[in-house]
């Protein structure tokens, strides 16, 4: 069993979840890639005359200030891609070694501070969890690790005069592609998680928690709990703070407590020429101009670094317990929860396991509980200020059960039961993972969600279920049935790699059709900016891509997520 050895609460389990996850790719040597020089920032009457002579001396010279952004109207508020030239990157051998050595030095040429190690790079580049791979030749030059906002602050400066493309780090634990150094053999990868991993400061009056990016939010949620606090997402093992806010996370606890976007306060972070800025103050409301929280939360690191945060926490509830019913089908299961929304009932969390799923947990000995119901099933937590309250929600959530065809009803009698009930809800993605290498060494696993309104979320997540069931591949669904937002796990070989695609395509589609989100709480990366498209249309992505080249005008923050900036890149999703 592969947590054999740790305590299910320890932090060294939560480590070995992570890891044991991983499966670098290998690399191989990168080209050099295209020989050409960068050249200096050109004025903006320069650019315009280079515009109007039909871009032929940006080609020559290598022009790095809005890389000839637009070309039809400079004045329009969108940015169409056609209308982008491709960024010039630094690929000068010498250029690139001269703005190492500079980065280098910044960090006092410590070597705890840099890496160029094969595994290092490899580590920074791919998982074997993520649904969209790097390529062998996807690797950065170079992993740097500082120590404060300062520092990242200086990293981002020369850069920016290198024009060299910069990815942050921190968990390694996203889903989409999202770290993957699309740029051949000239990216830098900055990871915060060495360094920048300290809680600065609680103001537990306010009920507010200032961090670095490099904490994990699992110390960040211990600190708490001791403090009678609870952090209000709840992602994967290994996320850290920088990674929940970039990608806008959330988790089971998004029902009760809010996503990423309602749990942060402010935040710190360098823009891509160095510029520190700091989004707002600490009130928990404001008016004062643009909502920059709402702007950098779910950027996914391509508008700016975020390197601190001042997080909102939340009292932990006196008494909480768990409870667990079983259904005769999804589409039952999940018309229970919408019955539960509708009368008012507040959880703390409502989570969704189909019977793929059960099965699998209890094949795999995740938990010490293995006559698990291999049924659809509804995990509910209960909080309340006593035990009369949560009696009596747990009374009112049966009996909405029982009206829906739930077979068997049971809640913990006791703390240690009461972890083993919720702990099914936690290993789902390792025990498919641990199912599927049981099998087939090679497996591989896709993982990917989607959110629909309430009303339409039995209909979704029952025609999803039945598709993938007919496919013929191992299949699991979990859900956070409170706010309409499933998950699919897919277990493929190469050769079945396509049946996966259709099958995945189908399902964000068809939620898209229902009014829905291609992704709930992993974000866009690089696997899903084709849907991006299709869910808001053109209009309002060419209106992110302005807002990119606003801030990022050479655009060497994390290139090529969320959507495209070059003309030339030819991937699809």
């Not at 050595?101 to 006092?108: F, G, P, V």
């Not at 009292?315 to 589409?331: D, H, Y």
């Amino acid at each position: 069993m592969w947590r054999t050895g740790f305590s299910r609460s320890s932090q060294a389990w939560r480590r070995a979840c992570t890891q044991y996850g991983r499966r670098w790719q290998s690399s191989k040597a990168w080209g050099s890639g295209a020989s050409h020089r960068f050249a200096q920032r050109n004025s903006r009457m320069a650019r315009v005359s280079v515009l109007a002579a039909g871009m032929a001396a940006v080609a020559g010279a290598g022009a790095a200030s809005w890389n000839a952004s637009v070309q039809n109207d400079e004045f329009s508020s969108t940015t169409r891609l056609d209308e982008l030239q491709s960024p010039q990157y630094c690929h000068d051998a010498d250029k690139f070694a001269e703005a190492v050595e500079k980065l280098k030095k910044l960090l006092n040429n410590d070597e705890e501070c840099f890496s160029v190690s094969k595994s290092d790079l490899d580590a920074h580049s791919d998982t074997y969890f993520n649904t969209h791979h790097a390529t062998p030749e996807q690797r950065p030059r170079i992993v740097l690790y500082p120590h404060n906002t300062e520092e990242v602050s200086e990293v981002l400066k020369i850069c920016h005069e290198y024009a060299i493309p910069v990815v942050p780090f921190s968990g390694g634990t996203s889903l989409e592609g999202h770290f993957l150094p699309t740029r051949i053999g000239c990216t830098v990868t900055l990871d915060l998680s060495k360094y920048m991993n300290k809680i600065k400061k609680l103001n537990k009056t306010d009920l507010d928690v200032e961090v670095q990016a490099g904490v994990p939010w699992e110390d960040l949620n211990d600190f708490l709990n001791e403090k009678g606090l609870l952090f209000g997402c709840d992602p994967g093992p290994g996320a850290q703070i920088g990674g929940c806010v970039a990608n806008s996370c959330s988790g089971t606890k998004a029902y009760r407590y809010g996503t990423m976007k309602e749990n942060v306060v402010n935040l710190t972070a360098v823009l891509a020429d160095g510029t520190v800025i700091k989004t707002k103050r600490r009130p928990r409301k404001s008016s004062a101009g643009y909502n920059l929280n709402g702007l950098l939360i779910g950027s996914e690191g391509t508008l700016a670094v975020v390197t601190e945060a001042t997080i909102k926490c939340h009292v932990r509830p006196a008494f909480e317990n768990v409870a667990v019913g079983s259904f005769p089908t999804i589409a039952d299961a999940a018309a229970c929860t919408s019955r539960i929304i509708q009368e008012g009932i507040q959880l703390n969390a409502m989570e969704l396991l189909d019977d793929n799923m059960m099965r699998i947990v209890n094949k795999s000995g995740a938990t010490y509980k293995t006559d698990w119901i291999e049924a659809p099933t509804l995990f509910f937590k209960v909080g309340g200020r006593n035990k009369k309250i949560i009696a009596e929600l747990i009374h009112e959530v049966d009996r909405i059960a029982q009206h829906h065809g739930c077979h068997k009803f049971e809640f913990a009698k006791d703390d240690d039961e009461r972890l083993e009930l919720w702990e099914a809800r936690k290993v789902a993605l390792w025990s498919v993972i641990n199912d599927g290498k049981s099998r087939d060494p090679d497996v591989n696993v896709w993982t990917t969600d989607v959110a629909v309104p309430l009303s339409q979320f039995a209909n979704v997540i029952g025609a999803t279920k039945k598709d993938m069931d007919a496919s013929g591949l191992q299949n699991a669904i979990v859900g956070h049935a409170g706010d309409g937002n499933f998950h699919t796990f897919l277990l493929y070989n190469d050769k079945e790699r396509e049946k996966a695609g259709r099958l995945v395509d189908s399902m964000v589609k068809r939620a898209i059709d229902a009014e829905g989100t291609c992704t709930g709480e992993h974000g866009v990366g690089m696997g899903k900016r084709g849907y991006l498209l299709e869910e808001l249309g053109d209009a309002p992505v060419d209106f992110m891509r302005r807002l990119k080249l606003a801030a990022d005008p050479k655009r060497i923050l994390n290139p090529d997520k969320i959507f495209k900036i070059d003309p030339e890149d030819k991937e699809g999703h």
